[in-house]
């Protein structure tokens, strides 16, 4: 991996993790196009910007992460239980399910999804609730429960727990606030493991490579949150699921047999 590698790999995780999108899918499809094999040094990579990507959510939320925001945290943490129990039960059912077609026809799925609830849910006479701070533990347990989902590779963690937030009640706004927050937990875990499953192979890895990976990925996680929140301040999730579907539609294609 090159350091032009690093960069464009950095932007694509940066960019695309904390939208509804499916950062897996995209870094798929682009180590293929710059012909990178899926080893454990580039595991190992994937392990690093990450990694940058949680804490582009803590230098966001600063406030957020303090012990007067107990509650807050148990909620997410209750949120972030089913997919744990179920990723661990079920890791290796979970691993025999990926597989290029799975991802597209899931981003297709997702896209789809998008538009239905913003057609028929968000348009109701239903209040939705705009302070994330104010979720109660059944919406949090419902919204844990729609993030299981994600275990089906190119469905979108983000896209998931989105989706479960708008159903229970919150506003576009909080429902991608609640879901970067569940995303510390979730990704922490998963990079965690991976970082001990994988420690060994960072000596052999480029450290300048890995540097500019994080430092790349990090930069463009904390301006993508940023700018996601400014978005759904005059826009709806439409495009995104347009964008899944055509996504989608393409890798059916691309990757045609």
């Given at each position: 991996?090159?350091?032009?590698?690093?960069?464009?790999?950095?932007?694509?995780?940066?960019?695309?993790?904390?939208?509804?999108?499916?950062?897996?899918?995209?870094?798929?499809?682009?180590?293929?196009?710059?012909?990178?094999?899926?080893?454990?040094?580039?595991?190992?990579?994937?392990?690093?910007?990450?990694?940058?990507?949680?804490?582009?959510?803590?230098?966001n939320y600063k406030e957020k992460f303090t012990l007067k925001k107990i509650d807050l945290w148990i909620k997410v943490f209750l949120a972030f239980l089913p997919l744990a129990i179920v990723g661990f039960l079920f890791s290796k059912e979970i691993k025999a399910l990926f597989s290029l077609e799975i991802v597209a026809i899931m981003f297709i799925v997702g896209g789809i999804i998008f538009l239905v609830v913003e057609k028929?849910?968000?348009?109701?006479?239903?209040?939705?609730?705009?302070?994330?701070?104010?979720?109660?533990?059944?919406?949090?347990?419902?919204?844990?429960?729609?993030?299981v989902f994600a275990l089906i590779p190119g469905t979108s963690r983000a896209g998931a727990t989105i989706i479960g937030a708008l159903l229970v009640g919150l506003d576009r706004k909080a429902s991608a606030e609640f879901s970067f927050l569940l995303a510390f937990p979730v990704m922490g875990a998963v990079a965690s493991y991976d970082l001990l499953k994988h420690y060994q192979d960072f000596s052999e890895a480029n450290l300048m490579v890995l540097g500019v990976g994080f430092v790349t990925s990090f930069i463009v996680a904390y301006l993508t949150i940023k700018l996601f929140l400014k978005f759904l301040e005059r826009f709806t999730f439409v495009?995104?699921?347009?964008?899944?579907?055509?996504?989608?539609?393409?890798?059916l294609l691309f990757f045609k047999p």
């Open positions: 991996m090159t350091i032009v590698d690093s960069i464009i790999l950095g932007v694509i995780e940066g960019f695309t993790e904390f939208l509804p999108i499916s950062s897996t899918g995209h870094l798929i499809v682009a180590s293929e196009f710059l012909g990178l094999e899926q080893n454990a040094v580039n595991k190992a990579y994937e392990v690093i910007i990450q990694f940058s990507a949680i804490l582009a959510v803590i230098f028929f849910f968000i348009h109701t006479e239903i209040q939705t609730l705009n302070d994330v701070e104010k979720i109660n533990f059944k919406q949090s347990l419902f919204i844990g429960l729609a993030q495009s995104f699921g347009v964008y899944r579907i055509i996504f989608g539609i393409a890798l």
